[in-house]
């Protein structure tokens, strides 16, 4: 089975003050970088994101959303219509992802529509795994206006995996995050 990773990059930033985050750094690497470098040895790598030109000169394949302004639902709907294919979607703001903690998401694939990890039992969709099956429940929310990302997956199949780490769902998304970050 081919493994695909597509970056969520895109969105307003506003609670960044509309730095894009995924130019924020972490040990002298943008934390979009050390997301590419831990997943180096997947099948496709891409980065979905409003502005498409910023990731040009890093040698990554980028998309701009398909629908525009349709948060991170539109996101993961560009990312699956893009590579055609099952998609782990992660967003661009998680320093600490690693991919051995997520590879046991492929033993489930074949038997649902997504793996989505829970922490302390909440489901986390920006880091999960996608079958392709789950556009068309994507798709309709998003002609619904429905764009939470749970709400179409309450009609999919998905196989729910309680993940019990500190850091890897560490996401940033304000100043005062990121300077605790960099303590």
Not at 11 to 21: D, Q, Y
Not at 42 to 49: E, L, M
Not at 85 to 96: G, Y
Request: charged residues 30%.
């Amino acid at each position: 089975m081919k493994k695909n990773i597509a970056l969520l990059a895109g969105g307003k930033n506003s609670r960044m003050g509309g730095f894009t985050k995924s130019f924020l750094k972490f040990k002298d690497e943008y934390f979009f970088q050390r997301i590419l470098e831990e997943f180096k040895n997947f099948n496709r790598i891409v980065i979905v994101s409003n502005e498409k030109k910023l990731y040009e000169k890093y040698k990554v394949e980028s998309f701009e959303d398909i629908i525009k302004e349709k948060g991170p639902l539109g996101g993961i709907y560009t990312a699956l219509l893009s590579i055609n294919d099952s998609c782990l979607v992660v967003a661009c703001d998680m320093p600490f992802l690693k991919q051995k903690k997520i590879l046991s998401f492929y033993d489930y694939l074949d038997d649902y529509d997504a793996v989505i990890p829970l922490y302390k039992g909440r489901p986390q969709p920006l880091c999960s795994l996608y079958n392709i099956s789950v556009l068309k429940y994507i798709k309709e929310a998003i002609d619904n206006n429905d764009l939470k990302i749970m709400i179409p997956l309450k009609k999919a199949k998905i196989k729910f995996i309680e993940i019990d780490d500190n850091e890897l769902f560490v996401n940033i998304n304000t100043p005062e995050e990121y300077r605790l970050l960099n303590i």
